[in-house]
């Protein structure tokens, strides 16, 4: 999906990738260029401060890594949105504070105490009585913390294993519910996703999410709430933050973005460009195809094509992902290639669902790759 753009745009990372396979690094690792990645964040960033917004970032596509983390909040970065309970608890082990929890996967009643200790900036509930138990564990532990509801419309974009949240037809009930709660406070709203890219226009559109998040706004503060966020995730970027101050949203939430690697960005050039590659090995040649080692994939991808070889010496082939019932022990590719080849991939990632390792490579800028460190796929370092 992105590797043309990666050679074109990034070819020190490809070449670092190559380098350092020669060099013993093993296959099914990606690896992230640092000085490209703190780039796009800190052009993300500028461009959010002009327009108002403020930003959490989501690093669940770059495997839960505490390293990019702290980087990042030395930015200037609000705090980090995990999207479900075990990231914020692998976050709050490595002592990063924790803008917004909760969205995408509500916290379970048993880590609530824990997650809710950490204060994060605001928790997302779904439902009054996820709401009532944040209420009861902020009692036990004598702290407030303030809520963003998750709304949604019937016409709405959703994603399969995403639903959840409070109809707008519910919405006044609920707050009636919701207000005489004593230790959590209703401060905002948020949906997803608010953004995607539109093929057509080549750019990244709104959805009929804002339309809800909006007639959600108008509901809240004729019941004498405060709106103080609107939180409008998906597809944050430099292009799309403007379009998130235009729609009136206080935060984004940049997560492809700082990678260089939404939709948009495999369409066109970007003030990003992309940061990421996943690295393998040709392992062994069958009926005129050659297969390398697998690990790292992810249903919607949207892999295509590999680099076998060098950046100048190889050549680029076809990739044949696992169908999405097999386990991928291997990637195919269109073509016998040399056993023990590198190999050199760039597509969509969500890394923290796959049993890869991550390289953070620093330097590549200077022409001085180094890996810096090497984690596992959930963020726990490897090695010393």
Known sequence: MFLTQTIRRNPGLV??????????????????????????????KQCADACDVKLYYMLKQLGRNPEIARRLAALGYEGAVTVDFEEAQSFIRAGIHIGHVGHLVQVPKSALEEILAARPDYMTVYSIEKAREADAACGRLGLRQRLLLRVLDPEDTLYSGQYGGFY????PEALEALRQL??????????????LYDEELRKIAPTHNL?????AKGMLERAGFTVEQMNMPSATCCQSLPSIAAAGGTHGEPGHGLSGTTPLHAAADQ???????????????????AYCYGGGHYRRSH??????????SGRIVGVIPPTDESIDYHFGLSGECPVSESVVMAFRTQIFVTRSRVALVEGISRGEPAISGIYTAQGQPIGG
């Open 15 to 44: 070449e670092a990738a190559i380098r350092l396979h020669g060099e013993g690094l093993l296959p099914d690792t990606y690896l992230i260029d640092m000085d490209a990645l703190l780039e796009n964040a800190r052009k993300i």
């Open 303 to 312: 892999v295509s094509q590999a680099l076998i070889g060098g950046l100048q």
């Open 211 to 215: 339309q809800t998040i909006h007639a």
């Open 271 to 289: 003030e990003e460009i992309p940061a990421i590659v996943y690295l393998s090995e040709v392992s062994h040649n069958l009926d005129g195809k």
């Open 182 to 195: 004593q230790h959590v406070t209703v401060a905002g709203l948020t949906t997803f996703p608010c953004f």
């Open 168 to 171: 707008l037809k519910d919405l």
